[in-house]
């Protein structure tokens, strides 16, 4: 794996944050509205987190697998690719990218035994192992995948209040219900994290992010945008979006083949 970010596939697909809610062609022919779009992934993102926590694997497999998940709908539609087969199909790439492997039978036991009689969400191994392969082609087969954990860890021993760490290290797991991780690099995130835990927990970071000479914009421009997602969307963390209000925006989604 590349050792800096900087020189990485990650940092070369860094996106414009119009591009990433651009709702692809096939999708805005079903009806479906960049709103609903951005829902499907928050809702399909809290389904890739349910099926880790049945198969046990760290929160690296976990946030790699979203990062997918977010990035293949960069560049296909989830007309052409069901976000319910390809939800588990990043997390089993992931989980072998980042080296603690879920073999895909026991994700296809536990997605039959979470979603119970919801054919739409029931898949085989053979349809795993065959998006396996598609996913791939729309990675360009770029699997390395940086994340703001090592950074905030890091940094927030520098600025030596490690009593924050759970906060923002639950802040940097939200933020993976949006698409940060596409635009922003993995540290900026983490500052963002930072700033607000020290903001909320009345601590004075100033002069330490003064130190750094980082651009405060940017840090407090993300920060506004997960304070936002939270007043936004009000989402219960265990449960994710109520089935009322995204069921007839998945109904949207081509029938199962």
């Known amino acids: 794996m590349a050792a800096n970010f900087w020189t990485s596939s990650h940092c070369k697909q860094l996106l414009d944050p119009d591009d990433v809610d651009l709702v692809p062609a096939a999708d805005r022919e079903r009806g479906i509205t960049p709103e609903e779009f951005r829902l499907i992934k928050i809702h399909m993102s809290f389904h890739i987190w349910r099926l880790a ?3 046990k694997v760290r929160q690296r497999v976990i946030a790699t697998a979203v990062t997918y998940f977010r990035r293949v709908y960069t560049r296909k539609s989830m007309s ?3 976000p319910r087969l390809v939800a588990p199909t990043c997390l089993y790439l992931a989980s072998k990218v980042e080296e603690s492997t879920v073999q895909a039978r026991l994700l296809v036991f536990y997605i039959k035994k979470m979603c119970g009689s919801d054919d739409k969400y029931r ?3 053979k349809d795993i192992l065959e998006m396996e392969m598609k996913l791939l082609e729309a990675l360009d087969y770029y699997l390395v995948v ?3 954990y090592r950074p905030l860890l890091q940094l927030l021993q520098d600025a030596g209040i490690t009593d924050l760490t759970q906060f923002a290290w639950g802040l940097v797991n939200d933020t993976y219900k949006m698409d940060l991780i596409l635009i922003y690099p993995p540290y900026m995130i983490a500052l963002a994290c930072i700033y607000i835990a020290s903001v909320l927990k009345d601590k004075d970071t100033t002069a330490w992010f003064e130190e750094l000479r980082v651009d405060m914009n940017i840090v407090k421009n993300i920060s506004m945008e997960i304070l936002d997602f939270y007043d936004t969307y009000k989402i219960d ?3 994710g979006i109520p ?3 995204i069921s007839s925006v998945m109904n949207k989604l081509p029938a199962k083949a």
């Open 123 to 125: 898949f085989e191994i």
């Open 146 to 148: 940086f994340h703001p």
């Open 243 to 245: 089935e009322d209000k």
């Open 53 to 55: 926590q049945q198969v």
């Open 237 to 239: 963390p265990q449960r």
């Open 80 to 82: 052409d690719y069901d």
